[in-house]
């Protein structure tokens, strides 16, 4: 079972729309979540960071994490067609430097 | 958060040769990491490069194929050794205090023919 996995098909929505992202992982102890946005020929950006679980909110973007359920999930509202890119879910623990990557799922949102 | 450059951006070499890509960042910083991005495949970490010590290497990657170098707080080299076409990729750099907030990059993408 990969660490963590993350659907890489293709997403394409109309302006305006919810855009809905996840992942699962395995390894219990990720504490720190992360979201990374990746435009085409550019290296990563960081969205947003999640410690634990619980919700976070950044303007149009939501993160949610449940620990429970080893499930992460990343929400854009009002979706542009500036938000088209890909989007990598991270994952991490606290001593430790890795990131345990998703491979991340394209977005194309359609004016 | 840190600027980062990336040098070259691109390049396309033959197999049997190496490759050194450089990270030079606008701000002191203690952990520097380098990682790999395969087509349609997950980032990976290569080693974390730590000034004044040797780079740590994740499982599956070797300091003989890929030394690298930290010679001060702002900069470090990555080297890719005896290239094969398997070695095409997008390797990024990072930089960060600590899981939470890793900044990237913009990569360096190379093609081994």
């Known amino acids: 079972q990969k660490e963590v996995e993350q659907d890489p098909g293709p997403l394409s929505v109309p302006e305006g729309a919810i855009v809905s992202l996840n992942c699962t992982y395995s390894n219990s102890a990720f504490q720190y979540f992360m979201w990374y946005r990746q435009y085409s020929r550019k290296g990563p950006e960081l969205l947003m960071y999640t410690y634990s679980s619980g919700n976070k909110e950044d303007g149009r973007f939501t993160a949610q994490v449940d620990k429970s359920s080893k499930y992460i999930s990343l929400f854009i509202r009002d979706s542009q067609p500036s938000d088209s890119a890909t989007y990598l879910c991270?994952?991490?623990?606290?001593?430790?430097?890795?990131?345990?990557f998703g491979k991340g799922n394209q977005v194309v949102v359609i004016p | 958060s840190a600027v980062i450059s990336q040098k070259p951006s691109r390049d396309i070499c033959q197999r049997g040769t190496s490759l050194t890509i450089q990270c030079q960042v606008d701000s002191q910083v203690t952990m520097m990491f380098w990682y790999r991005q395969q087509p349609g495949q997950s980032l990976t970490l290569i080693a974390t490069?730590?000034?004044?010590?040797?780079?740590?290497?994740e499982s599956g990657f070797v300091i003989d194929k890929f030394p690298i170098s930290r010679p001060n707080l702002t900069f470090s080299t990555l080297t890719v050794s005896n290239m094969s076409p398997e070695d095409s990729s997008i390797y990024l750099c990072s930089v960060g205090q600590g899981v939470e907030t890793q900044y990237f990059g913009p990569g360096t993408r190379l093609l081994v023919l």
């Open positions: 991270a994952m991490g623990y606290y001593g430790n430097n890795r990131l345990a």
């Open positions: 490069a730590n000034q004044g010590s040797e780079a740590t290497y």
